[in-house]
């Protein structure tokens, strides 16, 4: 398996733009987590799915945020409009069944709103 | 709020010596895992220990356990070089979502 794959890597756009992350689980494992990362804030959870549907988005910081996952293959973080404050690594993970499995990460996405 | 707390922040090391690391969390938990991050990559997960459990071992690292204390720890023996990453700590309770604390930066030099 290629583990968890996110796209962009790297993602460099302008203040009130829309930025969309991608992010395709690993085969079979019905929970994924959407995370941010800072220096200042850690490591935060935004969203996390179950069986494609969102369970909880307390995390997500503000209506400029949202998620979605179409199909248990796919899941995509969109930030609309972008602020330089949103810039932070944003990872996505996920776990075969929840409690006890661990949690596989895919590599990030470096976002940078200038 | 951050359920696990990394102490030390930082820590600096010479090739071979042991490193500890230590966690401490705030509430009951179900289990608690270490994750390993490299500069510029995803976090690794490399052990988990249960509620019910008090040690574990993987390869060069030994996790603990102490529910009364709240507090886990992390020890790498024989450090290498390539050991120089970041380390997390998660809890996970009811919820079964994982908790992250701000990890400890540890420098092995060779």
């Known amino acids: 398996d290629a583990g968890v794959i996110q796209s962009p890597r790297h993602e460099v756009t302008e203040m009130g733009q829309e930025v969309t992350l991608r992010c395709k689980p690993i085969s079979g494992h019905d929970y994924l987590f959407w995370y941010r990362q800072t220096m200042m804030r850690g490591l935060e959870l935004l969203i996390y799915?179950?069986?494609?549907?969102?369970?909880?988005d307390s995390g997500m910081p503000e209506d400029r945020f949202s998620a979605k996952m179409p199909n248990a293959s796919f899941s995509t973080l969109k930030i609309q409009p972008s602020e330089p404050r949103d810039s932070a690594v944003y990872f996505c993970?996920?776990?075969?069944?929840?409690?006890?499995?661990?949690?596989?990460f895919g590599s990030g996405t470096r976002l940078t709103v200038v | 709020s951050q359920q696990g707390e990394e102490d030390p922040q930082a820590l600096s090391i010479q090739e071979g010596e042991n490193a500890t690391m230590n966690c401490s969390y705030k509430?009951?938990?179900?289990?608690l895992q270490w994750y390993r991050q490299n500069s510029g990559r995803g976090l690794v997960h490399l052990i988990l220990?249960?509620?019910?459990?008090r040690e574990k071992h993987s390869g060069r690292l030994r996790v603990t356990l102490d529910t009364s204390k709240k507090s886990s720890s992390l020890l790498i023996t024989a450090s290498r070089a390539a050991d120089t990453a970041s380390y997390f700590c998660?809890?996970?309770?009811?919820?079964?979502?994982?908790?992250f604390g701000r990890g400890t930066s540890l420098i092995v030099h060779p």
């Open positions: 509430t009951s938990i179900n289990n």
């Open positions: 998660a809890t996970e309770r009811g919820s079964y979502i994982p908790t």
């Open positions: 993970a996920s776990s075969p069944r929840g409690e006890g499995y661990g949690y596989t």
């Open positions: 799915f179950n069986n494609n549907v969102p369970i909880d």
């Open positions: 220990i249960r509620s019910n459990e």
